[in-house]
T-cell receptor
Framework: GAGVSQSPRYKVAKRGQDVALRCDPISGHVSLFWYQQALGQGPEFLTYFQNEAQLDKSGLPSDRFFAERPEGSVSTLKIQRTQQEDSAVYLC???????????????FGQGTRLTVV | AQSVTQLDSHVSVSEGTPVLLRCNYS??????LFWYVQHPNKGLQLLLK??????LVKGINGFEAEFKKSETSFHLTKPSAHMSDAAEYFCVVTLLIMGAGNMLTFGGGTRLMVKP
């Protein structure tokens, strides 16, 4: 497709359940980001990949959160033993380039809305 | 470290009147600055970006923003609001240095409401 695709669009999980969120970036994009957007707030950085390498995971809130991009294209964000505070929209973005943002735009997917009950 | 503050969480204007969404930033280095718009159930869309060229930046849908280093501001404006402008707007900052600060840092957002 032409844009960043995320699936599922909506996910309801019972507390304690594991979930996996998928991101298909734009083909050929080197950089991939995950963000968490709580209700009524701006997106907050979770992690960053350059190809298959996870260069920054400083934003992951706990060791229950894990992200991978094994072949440098599709990425999966996994949340183990979900808690109610994990309820948020999870956004994925990709960029053609790497490093500074001055030259290439970041394109965002529509996000996955996770609700933990 | 960089940060960004959007001074108004909600702004309400009448259709046809000017729009002003305020943003102040903090950055140790020369920043790149962006405005993104988020319509309900849609992805974030880039409105415009400042990357150290012209200080007055024109974007899509008639929006523009002016980078003022002395005031550390990057306010978003539009001369005449349209109903379709109603959305959430995010001011975003990132570092200009290659290879560093690869994340975008978002402000808290401003919800723009347009009254008929």
């Amino acid at each position: 497709g032409a844009g960043v695709s995320q699936s599922p669009r909506y996910k309801v999980a019972k507390r304690g359940q594991d979930v996996a969120l998928r991101c298909d970036p734009i083909s050929g994009h080197v950089s991939l980001f995950w963000y968490q957007q709580a209700l009524g707030q701006g997106p907050e950085f979770l992690t960053y990949f350059q190809n298959e390498a996870q260069l920054d995971k400083s934003g992951l809130p706990s060791d229950r959160f894990f992200a991978e991009r094994p072949e440098g294209s599709v990425s999966t964000l996994k949340i183990q033993r979900t808690q109610q505070e994990d309820s948020a929209v999870y956004l994925c973005a990709s960029r053609r380039g790497q490093g500074a943002f001055r030259d290439t735009e970041a394109f965002f997917g529509q996000g996955t809305r996770l609700t933990v009950v | 470290a960089q940060s960004v503050t959007q001074l108004d969480s909600h702004v309400s204007v009448s259709e046809g009147t000017p729009v002003l969404l305020r943003c102040n930033y903090s950055s140790s280095y020369s920043p790149s600055l962006f405005w993104y718009v988020q319509h309900p159930n849609k992805g974030l869309q880039l409105l415009l970006k400042y990357t150290s060229a012209a200080t007055l930046v024109k974007g899509i849908n008639g929006f523009e923003a002016e980078f003022k280093k002395s005031e550390t501001s990057f306010h978003l404006t539009k001369p005449s609001a349209h109903m379709s402008d109603a959305a959430e707007y995010f001011c975003v900052v990132t570092l200009l240095i290659m290879g560093a600060g690869n994340m975008l840092t978002f402000g808290g957002g401003t919800r723009l409401m347009v009254k008929p």
